[in-house]
């Protein structure tokens, strides 16, 4: 019994859902600064506060169906933050505080895979 309701909870994501890539980095402070689509079933996120990046990978078609998404971020010189799992809503947030260094950020959607260059530096 216990396997199996750790698995059901793996597999369902955020308990409690975020209503965008904002709200799932925590609010306000956060706002868009770059994104690269899977088509029209996921779209990656890059979100900044003004010193920490911020990236969730937001399923956009089959929301509450689940399927494999993935979102990291690195800052240059430090290790890199990753959330990866069969996901209902989305994957992330990870995050990575930054200032002054560039990052490498990206996701992926069931068998799509994107990652960006060292970018966004500063």
């Known amino acids: 019994m216990a396997a199996t309701l750790a698995a059901s909870v793996t597999l369902s994501g955020p308990a409690m859902a975020a209503s965008s890539p904002i709200e799932a ?12 689509a899977f088509g029209s079933s996921a779209t990656t996120y890059l ?5 920490s990046n911020c990236v969730v990978t937001w399923k956009t078609g089959a929301r509450g169906n689940t399927a494999w998404v993935r979102a990291m971020v690195q800052a240059y010189g430090s290790p890199g933050d990753v959330d990866a799992n069969h996901y209902r809503y989305y994957a992330g947030p990870v995050k990575a505080y930054a200032p002054g260094k560039c ?10 895979w994107w990652e960006s260059p060292w970018e966004h530096c500063g």
């Open 47 to 51: 979100l900044y506060n003004g010193s």
């Open 25 to 36: 980095c925590g609010g306000g402070s956060y706002h868009v600064i770059d994104s690269h």
């Open 103 to 112: 990052i490498k950020w990206g996701g992926s959607y069931g068998d799509q």
